[in-house]
């Protein structure tokens, strides 16, 4: 998928335009929340921006790269639950679970994510999580 229109539904399905959701945070690399960071990523993942993902991951466990599947298709971000992860918190966990489609069928995958705010950006840490293939 390529990147959208800024009048364009957003990929993370939240309802809203991609110039107004996860655009901004794409261009700019920086999130108020710790949710919005995490839709950004999903919408990184749908529209193959590895450069996103690695400057919105931790370092302490950032991989050197990212290899995106050219072959699964994101479709839709529901969250699930949230703690804290505010604009003024310095830490966060958000549940999700992101929905896909493949050469192998349809599935799930849900994660529980751990964020950090250092310096005012947050940055996805790492994640529980469980496979839902089959869904």
Not at 11 to 18: M, Q, R
Request: glycine share 8%.
């Amino acid at each position: 998928m390529s990147t959208p229109a800024s009048d364009q539904r957003c990929p993370c399905t939240s309802g809203d335009v991609f110039g107004s959701c996860c655009g901004p945070v794409l261009a700019s690399g920086v999130a108020p929340t710790a949710v919005r960071l995490m839709r950004s990523r999903f919408t990184a993942f749908a529209i193959a921006d590895a450069r996103h993902l690695l400057r919105t991951w931790h370092p302490d466990t950032r991989p050197e790269r990212v290899e995106l599947d050219e072959e699964t298709r994101w479709q839709r971000l529901d969250i699930l639950d949230q703690e804290m992860g505010g604009p003024f918190d310095d830490r966060g966990v958000v549940e999700f679970e992101a929905f896909y489609r493949d050469d192998a069928g349809r599935g799930s995958l849900r994660e529980r994510s751990r964020f950090v705010r250092e310096d005012r950006l947050w940055l996805y840490v790492d994640g529980v999580v469980r496979d839902g293939r089959g869904v």
